[in-house]
């Protein structure tokens, strides 16, 4: 399939020189200016708890409402990942005067478990995924949105959960920004036929609970370099909250997480389901990216209406969080775009 008529656009580390972000966070002292000067002021606003999702699991949320919003930003987070990973946007949102909402996953963070251990990612059905997302912006966004508009921020695992929502329920969002969004698994060397394969054999029969080859549970091991940031201060930051909070150690995915992922990633490719995405989007695409496979983000900017895929010059999978020549205009570009809709 061509892309060649794609709106298509390159964030380079020269594009550093003219973004200017208001009191932005840089990799020097980053772990001291995020505790002495970011947090005190999400914890000031800051407030938290749960929800009961499908199948009567507890939903951990926090949300951060500002005085006179401009709008609402609802973030939809990666696999084993958990709302402190995203302190530093979450503050530069605020400082940009939106209020912010995310929910922790189930079977991540301090939501319910779902793995034969507590560290394994694992789900019943993909589509829990989506009707808790439903149900949380219909329980405490929206009745928190003062009518202002709502911008998804939706990355990697949370960029698939997001983009079947967007697919299936396409009224809830102005506007939509889809990190590196897991729209096709990279399964590395394993050919992807065979990946699908195997997870359907173990769901089969009643090994869906194993962890898929190569998934291990949760070690505490120090990884970086990292496959998915190229920032070790940003990396040593997250990996210190890690070490201090049990809800936060993540290993594996099981085989029936993998085979519910997969085929929701088939859906979201599906041309009938993306043409029913109309609302403006930014699709930002890591040079470097190995968790997910590129083309897949080229089929959904062709048969979305509106969207653009913005490919980051030598980043990896979370260009929000890397060094500082990629992390400055990705985050003047998000917030551009946000205050364009």
């Known amino acids: 399939m061509k892309y060649s008529d794609l709106k298509k656009s390159y964030i380079t580390k020269s594009d550093c020189e003219f973004c200017r972000i208001k009191n932005y966070i840089s990799a020097a002292n980053y772990s001291e200016n995020m505790i002495n000067k970011v947090e005190p002021v999400l914890n000031s606003l800051k407030k938290s708890g749960y929800i009961i999702g499908t199948n009567n699991l507890e939903l951990y949320y926090e949300k951060f409402i500002v005085d006179n919003p401009k709008g609402n930003i609802v973030i939809s987070h990666g696999i084993g990942e958990y709302t402190e990973k995203y302190n530093e946007l979450i503050y530069y949102f605020i400082i940009a005067s939106y209020s912010v909402f995310i929910i922790e996953h189930r079977g991540n963070g301090r939501s319910g478990r779902l793995g034969k251990d507590i560290g394994q990612i694992s789900i019943e059905k993909f589509d829990n995924y989506i009707e808790d997302f439903k149900q949380f912006i219909e329980e405490k966004v929206i009745p928190n949105s003062y009518n202002k508009k709502i911008i998804l921020f939706a990355h990697s695992m949370g960029g698939g959960i997001g983009t079947v929502f967007l697919e ?29 394969m195997l997870s359907r054999i173990w769901v089969y029969f009643g090994k869906g609970n194993e962890y898929m080859p190569g998934q291990k549970s949760y070690n505490g091991q120090r990884r970086f370099p990292s496959r998915s940031t190229n920032c070790e201060e940003r990396y040593n930051y997250q990996y210190d909250k890690i070490l201090k909070n049990k809800s936060f150690q993540t290993g594996g995915a099981s085989a029936k997480w993998y085979f519910e992922a997969s085929k929701a990633t088939r859906y979201i490719r599906n041309k009938k389901n993306i043409s029913k995405v109309k609302i403006p989007v930014i699709l930002l695409q890591a040079q470097c990216d190995t968790h997910v496979i590129a083309d897949a983000h080229y089929k959904f900017a062709k048969y979305a209406e509106n969207c653009e895929v913005i490919i980051v010059t ?9 060094v500082d020549d990629i992390t400055i205009p990705v985050v003047y570009k998000i917030i551009n775009f946000i205050e364009s809709i």
């Open 168 to 196: 299936k329920y396409p009224q809830y969002f102005n506007g939509a920004i889809l990190s590196s969004p897991m729209h096709q698994i990279n399964t590395g060397n394993t050919p992807a036929f065979i990946a699908d």
């Open 314 to 322: 030598n980043g990896k999978h979370e260009t929000y969080f890397e």
